[in-house]
């Protein structure tokens, strides 16, 4: 068995999670399932553990997430118009004067495969409307 730069033990300090780092740098090539490819796997999950605890990451709200699907796609707002309504209502959901509601949730959600729950998100734009 080979030894490890670094003891596997949980990460608790910025120092702890550098020195991670490092070593998960040093084993990117290693073989799955080999030694190094366990301590890869191994290190690789802790370091994930203390970034979601340490440096937590909202979720974006509804319109960048539409705008990212968009990109994605090579859409353009009047891509939107099936799943939103008019290029006016298009418009006005997409620069945040108006809120989605529920029925545009649903045609986005399947038109472009983005998550309802990231859609009804709490982001900068209005909550959702019934409707």
Known sequence: MTKTAIPIQPIKTKRDHIAAIKRIEELMGAKP????????DILATLVDAYEEKHFPMDAPDPITAIE???????LTRKD????????ARVSEVMNRKRGL??????RVRSGLGISADL?????????????
């Open 33 to 40: 399932g080999s030694v190094e490819g366990d301590e890869l």
């Open 68 to 74: 990212f699907r968009m990109e994605q796609q090579g």
């Open 80 to 87: 939107l118009e099936p799943m939103i309504g008019s290029r």
């Open 101 to 106: 509601t529920l029925a545009m949730v649903r």
């Open 119 to 131: 859609l009804v998100g709490t982001g900068k734009a209005k909550a959702v409307h019934r409707g």
